[in-house]
């Protein structure tokens, strides 16, 4: 039998497979209960290009808990203003074999509406 982590990880695999025959860069989202973790990766360089959580300081400052649908989308928010200062608009989203519901969503739709284009 599988616990839950193993059956999430199976169900990344095959999203990160999709992803890397796109040859594109990748939004990779990490959640535990009380925080939430975005990425934006480089898969043919093996470098992470920027990141954003609910773990900055500033962040901290104005949220109690980083677990709730505010904090992520503040996060998608930060990751997508992050992401064109680097220069990037086209990426993949990889939700890391998460339902694509609650936080998840926020953060994605909140980088969508901030200018990645996925």
Same mark, same amino acid.
């Given at each position: 039998?599988?616990? *839950? ?7 990344? *695999?095959?999203?990160? %497979?999709?992803?890397?025959? *796109?040859? %594109? ?10 925080? %939430?973790?975005?990425?934006? %990766?480089?898969? !043919? ?6 990141? /954003? ?16 649908? $505010? ?20 990426? /993949? ?12 969503? $926020?953060?994605?739709? /909140? $980088?969508?509406?901030?200018?990645? !284009?996925?």
């Amino acid at each position: 039998m599988l616990n *839950l982590k193993e059956k999430r990880i199976r169900r990344s *695999l095959k999203t990160r %497979i999709k992803i890397a025959e *796109l040859d %594109i860069i990748r939004l990779s989202i990490h959640r535990t209960n009380s925080h %939430i973790y975005a990425q934006l %990766i480089d898969d !043919k360089n093996n470098k992470i290009l920027t990141c /954003a959580s609910t773990l900055e300081p500033d962040v901290r400052k104005s949220f109690t808990t980083g677990g709730n649908v $505010a904090a992520a989308a503040f996060i998608g928010k930060r990751i997508a203003e992050k992401g064109k200062d680097c220069g990037i608009t086209n990426i /993949a989203f990889d939700r890391s074999g998460y339902k694509y519901h609650g936080r998840i969503r $926020a953060l994605a739709e /909140a $980088a969508r509406e901030n200018g990645l !284009k996925f």
